[in-house]
C-alpha cells in the first residue's frame, strides 16, 4: 500500500482545513486507516482512526469535537475534516494504514505516507 496526503497549509486560528490521503492498492478497503501528527521537537501522535468499513472512529483527546475523520472506499481515500483549529494543531500530519496492535501506538502501523504541513497562525 502506497500512502499520498495532501491538503496542508497555511491557516488562521478557528479556520478550517481538510486532509486527504490517498492510497493506492487493492487492500485499502480491508484497512483500518489512521492520522498521527508530529510537532517540531515532539513525538508523533494518535490523531483519529477509523475502521475499515466506517464502522467505528477513535480520536485524541486534543480533537474531539473539532475533528472529523472520514473514508471513500470508492476513492480509495481517507480525509481528515479539521475545524476550529488552534496554533497547537500546527504539526507534520501523517496518515497511516492496517495498525498490527493499538491503533493509538504510532509503533503497531504498518505503512506510512510522506506528511503534509499545517500550520496555524495565531
Known amino acids: 500500500v502506497q500512502l499520498q496526503a495532501s491538503g496542508g497549509g497555511l491557516v488562521q486560528a478557528g479556520g478550517s482545513l481538510r486532509l486527504s490521503c490517498a492510497a493506492s492498492?487493492?487492500?485499502?478497503?480491508?484497512?483500518?486507516m489512521g492520522w498521527f501528527r508530529q510537532a517540531p521537537g515532539k513525538e508523533r501522535e494518535f490523531v483519529a482512526a477509523?475502521?475499515?468499513?466506517?464502522?467505528?472512529?477513535n480520536y485524541a483527546d486534543s480533537v474531539k469535537g473539532r475533528f472529523t475523520i472520514s473514508r471513500d472506499t470508492a476513492k480509495n481515500t481517507v480525509y481528515l475534516q479539521m475545524n476550529s483549529l488552534k496554533p497547537e494543531d500546527t504539526a507534520v500530519y501523517y496518515c497511516?494504514?492496517?495498525?498490527?496492535?493499538?491503533?493509538?501506538?504510532?509503533?503497531?502501523?504498518?505503512?506510512w505516507g510522506q506528511g503534509t504541513q499545517v500550520t496555524v497562525s495565531s
Open positions: 492498492g487493492r487492500t485499502f478497503s480491508t484497512y483500518t
Open positions: 477509523i475502521t475499515w468499513n466506517g464502522g467505528s472512529t
Open positions: 497511516a494504514a492496517d495498525p498490527t496492535t493499538r491503533y493509538d501506538n504510532r509503533w503497531s502501523w504498518n505503512y
